[in-house]
């Protein structure tokens, strides 16, 4: 058997055994007996992952639930996903990858583009006139807000070297996050004005992208403490 | 001289010996450190750098020469050489050490064929006269490239660009930084800033794609009558500014004006490269070159 048709079982294979001529191979073969040992124990991690049952912070999922409830998205005392008697104790220590806080990251702003999406979707299908709650006025943070907070302040108290971080840095992550904010609320006015036009709709998907970024951004240096 | 009259004499000497052997092992923070690196053609170098300036130039040698300074001497650069690679990264020994303490600057002579990786936070970057594909992370760091040639990747959130007779292909991204290219020879521009300017003043080679992109900024690109180009110029909110005699467009589709914003269509000459400029609220200017 060669390297390339190991590769492609191994590929292939769910959880059983390999066969017996890939067996053979991986006995005789050092660098496929490498590369199936790398591919079990990410295999293995992955499913440790899934057993953790990573979970952001209960804030974070009742900010999105109260979000929700004050644009009439969902309705009653629903109970929140995640209770703290659910949150895994070791998860915030999983949260501090990088790998699995960019996934996070990407879920909540998946989350909060989908919030947008809809709330501005339901207004234009029933051409109410239901204004949203102003952010300044309400009694209840909005996710973004919590999540940014959350952001820019992961791991202060508990990632060594976070406190050489230059503050000119972090400036300059907050100035951008606003004015990315700044555009993300410019062109959802425009869409809704204009719901047909296919270029504010580019560019408020283009601002959401550049959030996501630049959150990404400023978690890789928070959780590094600087460059990694 | 009796043996008395010695003893302050000796423990004099011991000590100025012994404040010698002091001062030599400490390190002395200012002082540059050199590093040599025997390299074959085309060497991939890679610098991180949170905090100081990295000045990147080119020489005919095969040797790539890192040398730095850590005037706090707080920070550690380490440095890494894997067959034609070389990587240089600065970390702190310590935590709670400021910006200003971990601040190193480099100086890097590179072969003039040589790929660059880039990634800083704060700190000015400058690269002359490297012919190869590179690419830069920074946070607030402003790059300025001279004479270069390569496929070029830029990723800043306010950092801003200076792109001075650049060649090859170039790609930037910015949330806030402006972007400059001054007598470019690039076939190849995709320039995206949000709140920057943008600002093309040189040729538009045939074949070439130019983007540029941003939401509220100036977009200015600047042309010669022999320029042959197709444009596709449109802001959404600001204005766009024209001193070129355009035909229609004879390529492909026929162009229809969104009713939204302003647009222009049009072609200068045999259309050779394609422009095309966006912007939400900014203002585009194409201007003829004086």
Redesign the interface.
């Known amino acids: 058997m060669q390297c390339e048709q190991f590769e492609r079982i191994l590929e292939q294979q769910d959880d059983g055994a390999l066969p017996k001529p890939a067996l053979d191979h991986v006995e005789a073969c050092e660098a496929c007996r490498a590369l199936s040992t790398d591919f079990y124990s990410i295999h293995d991690m992955a499913l440790e992952l899934g057993a953790e049952g990573i979970a952001p912070p209960e804030r974070v999922w009742i900010s999105l639930r109260n979000q929700l409830e004050a644009e009439r998205l969902i309705h009653g005392a629903q109970a929140a996903p995640v209770a703290s008697a659910q949150t895994s104790p070791g998860w915030w220590a999983v949260f501090q990858r990088p790998a699995v806080a960019g996934a996070f990251l990407g879920l909540v702003l998946a989350a909060a583009s989908a919030v947008g999406y809809l709330s501005n979707f339901a207004q234009t299908a029933v051409q109410s006139q239901w204004v949203a709650p102003q952010q300044e006025t309400s009694p209840v943070p909005s996710a973004d807000s919590v999540f940014k907070e959350e952001v820019l302040t992961v791991g202060n108290d508990s990632i060594?070297?976070l406190?050489?971080?230059?503050?000119?840095?972090t400036d300059?992550?907050r100035?951008?996050l606003r004015?990315?904010d700044n555009?993300i609320a410019?062109?959802e006015k425009?869409v809704r004005e204009?719901p047909d036009?296919?270029?504010?709709r580019e560019?408020l998907y283009?601002?959401y992208q550049?959030k996501a970024e630049?959150l990404a951004?400023a978690t890789n240096?928070s959780m590094t403490g600087?460059?990694? | 001289m009796n043996s008395s009259c010695w003893i302050p004499v000796r423990v004099g000497a011991l000590g100025a010996v012994m404040a010698g052997f002091i001062l030599a092992a400490s390190p002395a923070h200012a002082d540059r450190v050199e590093k040599h690196f025997a390299v074959q053609s085309k060497p991939k170098i890679t610098v991180?750098?949170?905090?100081g300036r990295i000045q990147v130039k080119a020489w005919s040698r095969n040797e790539v020469l890192v040398a730095w300074t850590n005037a706090s001497g707080k920070s550690v650069v380490e440095t890494e050489e894997a067959g034609n690679r070389v990587e240089v990264?600065?970390r702190?020994n310590e935590?709670?050490?400021?910006?200003d303490?971990?601040k190193t600057d480099f100086e890097i002579t590179v072969p003039v064929e040589s790929e660059l990786n880039v990634?800083?936070?704060?700190g000015n970057v400058t690269v002359d006269s490297v012919h190869g594909d590179m690419t830069f992370d920074t946070?607030?760091a402003n790059l300025q490239l001279s004479d270069v040639d390569g496929y070029m990747v830029v990723k800043t959130?306010?950092g801003s660009l200076v792109c001075n007779r650049c060649s090859g292909k170039l790609e930037a991204n910015s949330?806030?930084g402006n972007v400059q290219m001054i007598q470019p020879t690039l076939d190849s521009v995709r320039v995206?800033t949000?709140?920057g300017n943008i600002f093309f003043d040189g040729s538009f080679l045939s074949r070439g794609i130019y983007i540029m992109k941003n939401?509220?900024g100036t977009i200015e690109v600047h042309f010669t009558s022999s320029d042959s180009f197709d444009v596709n110029a449109?802001s959404?909110k600001g204005d766009v500014i024209n001193q070129a005699s355009f035909k229609p467009d004879t390529h492909g589709s026929p162009h229809t004006a969104?009713k939204?914003?302003h647009s222009l269509f049009g072609t200068l000459n045999e259309g050779h490269a394609k422009v095309e400029l966006?912007s939400?609220?900014g203002t585009i200017k194409i201007l003829k070159r004086d």
């Open positions: 060594p070297g406190q050489r971080q230059d503050t000119a840095v300059s992550i100035r951008n004015i990315v555009f410019i062109c425009s204009q036009n296919q270029m504010a560019y283009g601002a550049q630049l951004t240096r600087g460059l990694q | 991180r750098n949170s905090s990264s600065t702190v935590d709670g050490v400021s910006a303490d971990s990634r800083t936070d704060s946070v607030g959130i306010d949330i806030s995206q949000s709140s939401f509220s449109t959404l969104s939204w914003g966006s939400f609220s």
